[in-house]
């Protein structure tokens, strides 16, 4: 109903017109539903972009993660690297944010063949987002060439 056609009514006529027929009151709801739908969005946007690992120290297996990129830089064909899901030392300095991950992974070797070699990485937090090689300053990377068995 337009607001018109609102006004044209009689008192009584009014009084008898279901709410969701009033022009104001069918108005007001759809900006509160749009707002209301809107502001959901928004809140939800934010909320999955917001970074769950900012301002906390990293976790060892996080480092772990951090460590086995910075091994992959080092190797000669880090597309065929494999390595370990869970099994690697760390020993973590939370005082300095120093972390010294150690594991084994396999590579392919000049006659192709795949042998598994100890690996040890040095490295510091430095803030920020652990997950970005710019937030961890690497001290040492050390691949043990003697294949491990």
Same mark, same amino acid.
């Given at each position: 109903?337009?607001?018109? &056609?609102?006004?044209?009514?009689?008192?009584?006529? /009014?009084?008898?017109?279901?709410?969701?027929?009033?022009?104001?009151? /069918?108005?007001?709801?759809?900006?509160?539903?749009?707002?209301?739908?809107?502001?959901?969005?928004?809140?939800?946007?934010?909320?999955?972009?917001?970074?769950?690992?900012?301002?906390?120290?990293?976790?060892?297996?996080?480092?772990?993660?951090?460590?086995?990129?910075?091994?992959?830089?080092?190797?000669?064909?880090?597309?065929?690297?494999?390595?370990?899901?869970?099994?690697?030392?760390?020993?973590?300095?939370?005082?300095?944010?120093?972390?010294?991950?150690?594991?084994?992974?396999?590579? &392919?070797? &000049?006659?192709?063949?795949?042998?598994?070699?100890?690996? &040890?990485?040095?490295?510091?937090?430095?803030?920020?987002?652990?997950?970005?090689?710019?937030?961890?300053?690497?001290?040492?990377?050390?691949?043990?060439?003697?294949?491990?068995?």
């Amino acid at each position: 109903m337009k607001y018109s &056609e609102w006004k044209a009514l009689s008192a009584d006529e /009014r009084k008898n017109i279901r709410w969701h027929r009033h022009p104001h009151i /069918r108005t007001a709801t759809l900006f509160a539903i749009a707002f209301a739908i809107t502001f959901i969005i928004v809140v939800m946007g934010i909320s999955k972009n917001s970074t769950v690992h900012l301002n906390r120290k990293p976790t060892p297996k996080e480092a772990f993660a951090m460590a086995k990129q910075f091994v992959k830089d080092k190797l000669k064909q880090p597309e065929k690297a494999v390595f370990p899901e869970n099994a690697f030392k760390s020993d973590i300095d939370t005082t300095t944010s120093s972390y010294q991950v150690q594991s084994t992974v396999k590579v &392919e070797n &000049e006659s192709g063949k795949m042998v598994q070699s100890a690996w &040890e990485v040095k490295m510091q937090y430095t803030n920020g987002d652990w997950a970005e090689k710019n937030s961890w300053q690497v001290k040492d990377v050390n691949i043990s060439t003697q294949p491990v068995n």
